[in-house]
């Protein structure tokens, strides 16, 4: 008897940012192949009765490759078990789940899809940066720094006015943002990074969008890290000084808000 696969969306890491319908899955799984981010820490008592194998990969350094991870899938969900895979955040938005879900379609594995709350929505708003506000900016932008965008994009993607997100955007950051001024865009543009976010650990780094190479390379940044340009970072300034102050201490003030009516 076949088994079957379920794609789980992890989100951006606490084990309470899953859904229902995710935890639900992964209680009843036999086997767990899981990644780098999302609630790994938590998976001992999310999926209790499940063998769990960790296939999460290294910027970089693909430390399993797609191929193994898709016939890991297929030879587990061969012998009748039912298999979770579960990502961070959401699968589809840069997690490669369309590839594993056309892999164990054409072996004939029977997938199911649970979304995730994605980190280029979930990690700004930790710190106070709707992706969107009515009056600053009414469209976002989900880029990939592994397919850094090349000189017809940042032409477009300079003149929008609108939100840029940036995943897997730390080792080309400097390339993406001298891109984005020399195509003409403001070099005040509100920027900032957040890394690790929903951690212990995680830390915001706010800067104009001319000074940002300098001051990632003044505060270490480093991946994971969610990467935003975009008036919308200081939209919600003065709230996020009543919660967290420090979130506000920038090594440069913060600009303030432009186009708010
Ligand atoms: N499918 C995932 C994204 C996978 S790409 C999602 O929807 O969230 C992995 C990238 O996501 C990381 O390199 C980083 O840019 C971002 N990311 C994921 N979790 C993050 C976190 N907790 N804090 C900051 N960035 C995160």
């Known amino acids: ?21 995710a935890a639900r ?26 063998e769990l194998i960790d296939v999460g990969k290294l910027p970089g350094h693909h430390r399993v490759p797609q191929d ?19 990502k961070g955040g959401d699968p589809f938005v840069f997690g490669r789940g369309g590839e594993e879900i056309n892999a164990l379609t054409h072996a004939g594995i029977p997938v199911s899809i649970i979304p995730g709350i994605t980190s280029a929505i979930a990690v700004p708003q930790s710190v106070g940066i709707p992706v969107t506000h009515r009056g600053i900016s009414h469209a976002f932008t989900v880029l990939s ?16 006015n609108t939100t840029l997100i940036i995943l897997m955007g730390m080792s080309t950051l400097a390339t993406t943002v001298t891109g984005l001024l020399a195509h003409g865009m403001a070099p005040t543009t509100p920027t900032a990074i957040i890394e690790r976010g929903f951690h212990t650990s995680q830390r915001t ?8 190479i300098e001051q990632a390379h003044l505060r270490r940044c480093t991946s994971p890290a969610t990467i935003v340009i975009g008036d919308v970072v200081t939209a919600l300034t003065d709230w996020v000084t009543t ?19």
């Open 1 to 21: 008897m076949t088994g079957h696969v379920t794609l789980i969306g992890g989100g951006p890491g606490p084990s309470d940012l899953i859904t229902l319908r």
């Open 145 to 160: 720094g592994h397919n850094p965008p090349d000189n017809d994009q940042l032409h477009h993607l300079a003149h929008l």
């Open 68 to 86: 193994a991870i898709n016939n890991l899938l297929i030879t587990k969900a061969r012998t009748g078990l039912h298999v979770a895979r579960l």
């Open 243 to 261: 919660i967290d102050p420090p979130l506000l201490a920038p090594l440069t003030p913060p600009t303030p808000a432009r186009g708010v009516a």
């Open 25 to 50: 899955a992964l209680n009843t799984a036999d086997v767990v192949c899981y990644d780098r981010l999302g609630p790994t820490n938590d998976l001992p008592d999310l999926a209790p009765q499940a």
């Open 205 to 212: 780094t706010r800067a104009p969008l001319d000074t940002l």
